[in-house]
């Protein structure tokens, strides 16, 4: 179980760090690639909380 959820918090963040790689290797960043990299960030992180809700209440449930 512990080894399980290793691995998906290893892969929750790969995704989250992901979009930002490109963002640090350029030499000049505009707003907008900044905004847009933020902003799926937190789509991510904000469907990543859901998925976690979704299990919370079927746990309730059963």
């Not at 930002?20 to 960043?29: F, I, K």
């Amino acid at each position: 179980m512990k080894n399980r959820f290793v691995t998906i918090a290893c892969l929750t963040l790969l995704a989250i760090l992901g979009p930002l790689s490109g963002v640090a290797s350029a030499q000049e960043a505009d707003l907008a690639a900044i905004v847009q990299a933020v902003d799926q960030i937190w789509l991510v992180i904000a469907a990543a909380l859901v998925m976690f809700m979704q299990a919370g209440f079927a746990m309730v449930e059963a």
